[in-house]
């Protein structure tokens, strides 16, 4: 169904935002506390690079868009409000959220009605601002009157140069919201995409834009620190090498997807990673260079075995029986080399726990053979849960997805976020 919503801010989030949901059919108001931008647009001049917008701008201005001259004109008559302004960086580097919280506290100043008005912020914001920041500061700004305005949080994936195209045809729709209501209505906004739409909190949806911007960052810085590592060795071509790189079927999903590497756990291991990571980055430093990122990525894989145990501390005491869950380094494979499951068994041990109950459902031999640890191997799933207090799992083998049902209640820590 058809709603009246209003932009604010018209840069290029902004404007794609307002005329790809004038294309679904919403009467969408903007406003640009820069008038200059604003006049612009109101004449059907697009002041920035983006193929499409130009004809989308002249198909739906005067119809389903418009431009405001005011705010006060912008937000008089609309339900729902998409914040799109700039969030730039301060100068110690955290994100500046003043040009957002100005805006908040304007569009309060200027709603003069009591209706329900829903502030949805599309900027990007660091994950907690709208739950921990912005919620208090918009209840301060609006006083008694602050049951009247809903905070909820849209982040926008799309890509400078493709706008159109990503925000007409998005992969996902993210919404962050507090309750039923703002959720019903953002959920109506966007029907008519063919998108799946999460319903998160927000902090959960500020992470997921975060996760997807730094993972891209990590890409790309890694790419290059490689690149500088290729130049150092010498009679290196470059591009050829990344080019040939980009033909692993794992980027397109064939047998298991690139996504498998892309998820939390409790460390890579096995033959290959760790030593060929920690070789790379040991002939890097012989050459003379500090490899930042191959440096951090070993450090990293260690930090996340050191809390991997405090997380079984947590819950658990030393005289505890506790069940770990996969021997081998990744399921389907008895290979136990450089296993996670090795460095936790023996944090463990070196912490007390004397009570170690080990399954697998193929790598117990080679584990028991490999690492001489005083702990208890057991083939029986079903005996091992019954005697465990607590429950690990470091593998994430098929056979434990069940686990919940089978523990009946008992503590689990699931260290491959493995389970449902
Ligand atoms: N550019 C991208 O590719 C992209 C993609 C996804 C998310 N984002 C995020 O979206 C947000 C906006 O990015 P952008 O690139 O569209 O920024 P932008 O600078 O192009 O546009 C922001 C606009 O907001 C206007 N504005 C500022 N304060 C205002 C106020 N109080 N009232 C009305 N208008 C106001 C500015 O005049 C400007 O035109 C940022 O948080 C950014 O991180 C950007």
């Known amino acids: 169904m058809s709603q009246k919503i209003t932009v604010i801010g018209l840069g290029f989030v902004g404007l794609t935002t307002a005329l790809g949901l004038a294309e679904k059919g919403h009467a969408v108001i903007g406003y640009d506390a820069n008038l200059e931008r604003g006049s612009q647009i109101a004449a059907g ?4 690079h983006e193929p499409g917008l130009e004809t989308a701008l002249a198909k739906h201005l005067g119809a389903q868009f418009s431009v405001a001259v005011t705010l006060r ?6 339900e729902t409000i998409f914040l799109c302004v700039g969030t730039p960086c301060s100068e110690d580097g955290a994100a500046d959220l003043s040009i957002l919280q100005e805006a908040i506290h304007q569009i309060v100043d200027v709603i003069a009605d009591d209706d329900y008005r829903l502030l949805v912020i599309k900027s990007t914001v660091p994950p907690g ?10 209840v301060e700004s609006a006083g008694a009157r602050a049951p009247q305005f809903g905070l909820a949080t849209n982040p926008e994936f799309l890509r400078e ?3 159109w195209g990503d925000f007409m045809y998005p992969d996902r729709i993210v919404i962050g919201v507090n309750g039923d209501r703002d959720w019903v209505r953002l959920a109506a906004i966007y029907a008519g995409f063919d998108a799946p739409v999460h319903r998160l909190t927000p902090s959960e949806a500020e992470f997921v834009k975060y996760l997807s911007n730094t993972l891209l960052a990590t890409l790309i810085s890694f790419s290059n620190e ?3 590592v290729a130049l150092r060795i010498g009679d290196i071509d470059i591009p050829r090498t990344f080019n040939i790189l980009h033909q692993d079927k794992r980027w397109f999903g064939y047998p298991a997807g690139m996504a498998s590497y892309v998820y939390p756990g409790c460390g890579f291991g096995g033959y290959c990673l760790p030593k060929d990571t920690q070789a790379l980055a040991c002939l890097a430093s012989t050459l003379g260079m500090k490899p930042d990122i191959l440096n951090a990525v070993i450090e990293t894989n260690h930090r996340i075995k050191m809390t991997a145990i405090e997380r079984i501390a947590a ?8 069940g770990i869950l996969g021997l081998s380094f990744k399921p389907d494979s008895d290979d136990v080399r450089d296993s996670p499951a090795k460095d936790i068994i023996q944090g463990l041990l070196s912490r007390g726990y004397e009570r170690i109950l080990a399954h697998d459902p193929l790598a117990i031999a080679n584990f028991a053979a490999a690492y001489s640890f005083p702990i208890t191997y057991r083939n029986d799933l079903d005996v091992l849960i019954q005697v ?15 686990l919940r049902i089978l523990a009946g209640g008992k503590s689990i820590v699931d260290l491959r976020y493995c389970l449902a």
């Open 161 to 163: 140069g493709y706008a």
């Open 73 to 78: 004109e912008a937000v008089r008559d609309t």
């Open 45 to 48: 001049h697009v002041p920035l």
């Open 226 to 228: 490689m690149s500088m």
């Open 315 to 322: 819950v658990s005491v030393p005289q505890h029986v506790i």
């Open 129 to 138: 601002s709208t739950a921990k920041t912005l919620q208090a500061f918009l």
């Open 388 to 402: 465990a207090d607590v429950l690990v799992i470091t593998t994430a083998w098929c056979d434990y997805r069940d």
